[in-house]
């Protein structure tokens, strides 16, 4: 069976909860996982978690990170059998070329730094190079942007994105499935970023169009 992975990309963008949760997300729906986090990006993670991100030992790191959900209790194994790390200067990566059998690309948390460099093209590292390949290809490319506030630039710039066919997804949870917790309000913005992909979950509680009601699982 061809082996076709979602690509999440990680930028330095604060929010390394978001990253984690869509990737446990992808992983729990038996979806294949290829990883890309870029060197901003491993400076936010030590900086959020404590927890670094080595080359060398990238399949301990990522389970460490993938096992420590913000506030749930006892951490969840996680098999990482299905997932392929690719450092952020490897541009012979297979997801750089578009003949790899990738479905398409999740950049989460998403900088208005890689937001300029997707939406002129710069491929200035890997995982803006899997973005513009994703984007000639037109497989599904979601930018999760946690940013705030934006500027005039990064806003026209997520129009042209969205104009040649990306998603733009802020990090913004709703609040209607009775989330108690942060890691419920992380949950459902990976959650809304798997509905974008289709990619099937039961990370929130979907709205059930009855005020008072609560709402019904996936």
Do not use: N
């Not at 913004?172 to 108690?180: I, L, R, V």
């Amino acid at each position: 069976m061809k082996r076709e992975p979602w690509v999440v990309g990680v930028t330095g963008a604060s929010g390394t909860p978001y990253a984690a949760a869509v990737i446990r997300g992808l992983l729990g729906a038996g979806e294949a996982v290829d990883v890309v986090v870029s060197r901003a990006a491993r400076l936010t993670l030590i900086d959020e978690t404590g927890i670094p991100f080595r080359d060398a030992h990238w399949r301990e790191d990522l389970r460490e990170w993938l096992e420590r959900p913000l506030d749930r209790g006892k951490p969840e194994p996680f098999e990482l059998e299905d997932v392929r790390y690719w450092t952020a200067g490897d541009f012979a990566a297979g997801p750089s070329s578009g003949s790899y059998p990738a479905k398409g690309m999740i950049v989460v948390p998403c900088s208005a730094a890689a937001v300029a460099g997707i939406a002129i093209g710069l491929s200035k590292d890997l995982l803006q190079r899997v973005a513009s390949v994703t984007l000639k290809e037109r497989r599904p490319l979601v930018l999760c942007v946690r940013e705030t506030p934006l500027t005039g630039v990064t806003l026209r710039q997520l129009a042209d994105l969205d104009a040649q066919g990306a998603i733009v997804m802020p990090a913004s949870p709703g609040f209607y499935a009775g989330s108690a917790s942060v890691q419920q309000l992380v949950d459902f913005v990976a959650g809304r970023v798997l509905d974008a992909v289709g990619v099937e979950h039961r990370l929130y509680l979907r709205w059930a169009g009855e005020l008072g009601s609560g709402a019904t699982s996936t």
